[in-house]
């Protein structure tokens, strides 16, 4: 199958996505309790779990766009591990959601919530990674332009993220706050990183 039918497929799911994370941040109340800038600064971490989402799924999307554009076709296995990655893109509003309700809470449920919020993004770091590593295993795949063994010397700086990705599922279970301070700095690095651009050159 030609990329660019996976490409645009993706692309709509990506805009849903990110689009309705959004939903996880309330309107207040106008009968809630204080003025509305007490109520919006009791909202933070809704803005919190928002902002990181947003950023993950935006980073996500400019390194798929990337990736994509170095594959000359996919083959079957690439179109079901995309579809992996689509999944855990598609469900993150929903911890995100439940990360906004209880981190203001604390305790306990606090701790799980930012848990599941980050076995969601380990699930994406592994599905992306996985696309990423068969295509350098099978570099029929991959565009001739495409420098082969710089894409697959890529994949270990690449999949970083895994690991920490699953440190901090661990550290969830001892703070909250520091986990999600975790996967902030994570998505920043994300950002400026240039690993998937560069084993393409």
């Not at 996880?24 to 309790?33: A, D, E, L, Q, R």
């Amino acid at each position: 199958m030609e990329r660019g039918r996976v490409e645009a497929f993706s692309d709509g799911v990506f805009a849903v996505a990110i689009t309705f994370l959004v939903l996880s941040i309330k309107v207040p109340s106008t009968s809630g309790p204080g003025s509305l800038v007490h109520q919006l600064l009791k909202l933070w971490p809704a803005f919190a779990a928002w902002l990181i989402s947003f950023m993950v799924i935006g980073i996500i999307w400019v390194n798929h766009h990337t990736f994509m554009n170095k594959l000359a076709r996919v083959d079957r296995a690439m179109l079901f591990l995309n579809l992996l990655l689509l999944l855990f893109v598609v469900f993150l509003p929903y911890p995100t959601g439940i990360v906004a309700d209880y981190l203001k809470v604390g305790g306990w449920d606090a701790k799980v919530a930012v848990a599941l919020y980050g076995a969601v993004m380990l699930g994406m770091s592994l599905a992306f990674s996985a696309m990423y590593r068969w295509a350098g295993r099978h570099d029929e795949l991959l565009d001739e332009s495409v420098d082969v063994g710089q894409h697959r010397a890529a994949f270990r700086q690449f999949a970083v993220g895994v690991p920490i990705y699953a440190g901090l599922v661990a550290v969830s279970f001892l703070s909250a706050g520091v986990a999600l301070a975790g996967h902030f700095a994570l998505a920043v690095f994300y950002v400026f990183d240039q690993t998937v651009a560069r084993a393409g050159a």
